[in-house]
Nanobody, 129 residues
Framework: EVQLVESGGGLVQAGGSRRLSCAAS????????VGWFRQAPGKEREGVAC????????IYADSVKGRFIISSAAAKNTMYLQMNSLKPEDTAVYYC??????????????????????WGQGTQVTVSS
């Protein structure tokens, strides 16, 4: 059984930083692309970042480029999202998700939630102004 468990959410002031973690069991990161999505109240879930553990390729949403960094520790089967210079509009429930890797992550495929078959339960991040 595949399980993805997020942690690290909480309340942070605007301009601050937070690191989210996603621990996986039942799958091997080397064979998967793993991504972070978020959903703010009243909005659709959107892709934030994705990484292919096999080659380290990454993609980011324009809204977080230069502020967020996605990384993975394959030996720990854990993926991270370092969030810096946080803004109130980053407030959302953050989800990690996994999908079998098709090679380097690029294009729009890995930004779409329908491309992912495995999801965590989400962790709330609230950025206060």
């Amino acid at each position: 059984e595949v399980q993805l468990v997020e942690s690290g959410g909480g309340l942070v002031q605007a301009g601050g930083s937070r690191r989210l973690s996603c621990a996986a069991s039942g799958l091997t990161f080397d064979d998967y692309a793993v991504g972070w999505f978020r959903q703010a109240p009243g909005k659709e879930r959107e892709g934030v970042a994705c990484i292919s553990s096999s080659d380290g390729s990454t993609i980011y949403a324009d809204s977080v480029k230069g502020r967020f960094i996605i990384s993975s520790a394959a030996a720990k089967n854990t993926m991270y999202l370092q969030m810096n210079s946080l803004k109130p509009e980053d407030t959302a429930v953050y989800y990690c998700a996994g999908t079998p890797s098709l090679g380097p992550v690029s294009g729009s495929y890995y930004s779409r939630e329908e491309s992912y078959g495995y999801w965590g339960q989400g962790t709330q991040v609230t950025v206060s102004s």
